[in-house]
């Protein structure tokens, strides 16, 4: 089993849906949860990043963590064209004298005009 | 961006050549790593670097080298390249102090071995 679980998809939406991204995770090390956007061709950005089980909201976007679980989702309101892209969720842990990052394998988003 | 560059952003090399790469900042972070990305890999780790000559190997390090004389500069080396190694490269960097586990990451180079 890998230590994290990304649906690949693609998932495809219309312009305005609500998008619901998943991760799973079996490493109760983690300590903080990641959510990047890629667009294609470019490198990873950091969106938000999430310490504590709950909810943290950042415009359209809300990250959730449920370390009981070991569930985290990134939720994408009122979901724009320019949303498209790749999203990767992403856990850290400290390690070896640094934090070390574990990715998930990203999940390809189509919001649709 | 980070104030991070890579180079080169593209190259197309031979099996069994050297091949380096370079990952430069600005910003005098401490902390340095290089990851790879494949489709149905994700990105994976391969070396990473804590100081000028600190570094230590990732998930995939097999097959590579990494040097850090200064600061600003990581250096990722293919010793012989593989068809294995065609693949797209990313450096990143992490802030320090609290925020250590945010990274950040740099446009990417793109390596086709044939």
């Known amino acids: 089993q890998k230590e994290v679980e990304q649906d690949p998809g693609p998932l495809s939406v219309p312009e305005g849906a609500i998008v619901s991204l998943n991760c799973t995770y079996s490493?109760?090390?983690?300590?903080?949860f990641m959510w990047y956007r890629q667009y294609s061709r470019k490198g990873p950005e950091l969106l938000m990043y999430t310490y504590s089980s709950g909810n943290k909201e950042d415009g359209r976007f809300t990250a959730q963590v449920d370390k009981s679980s070991k569930y985290i989702s990134l939720f994408i309101r009122d979901s724009q064209p320019s949303d498209s892209a790749t999203y990767l969720c992403a856990m850290s842990h400290y390690g070896a004298g640094s934090y070390q990052l574990t990715f998930g394998k990203g999940t390809k988003l189509s919001v649709i005009p | 961006d980070a104030g991070i560059t890579q180079s080169p952003r593209h190259k197309v090399t031979e099996t069994g050549t050297p091949v380096t790469l370079r990952c430069h900042q600005t910003e005098n972070h401490r902390y340095m790593y290089w990851y790879r990305q494949d489709p149905g890999h994700g990105l994976r780790l391969i070396h990473y670097?804590?100081?000028?000559?600190?570094?230590d190997k990732g998930e995939v390090s097999d097959g590579y080298s990494v040097s850090r004389s200064k600061t600003e500069d990581f250096l990722l080396t293919l010793e012989s390249a593989t068809s294995s190694q065609t693949s797209v490269y990313f450096c990143?960097?992490?802030?320090?102090?609290?925020?250590?586990?945010?990274?950040?990451f740099g446009p990417g180079t793109r390596l086709t071995v044939t």
């Open positions: 490493n109760s090390a983690f300590q903080y």
């Open positions: 990143a960097i992490s802030v320090d102090g609290a925020s250590s586990y945010e990274q950040y």
């Open positions: 670097s804590y100081g000028v000559k600190d570094t």
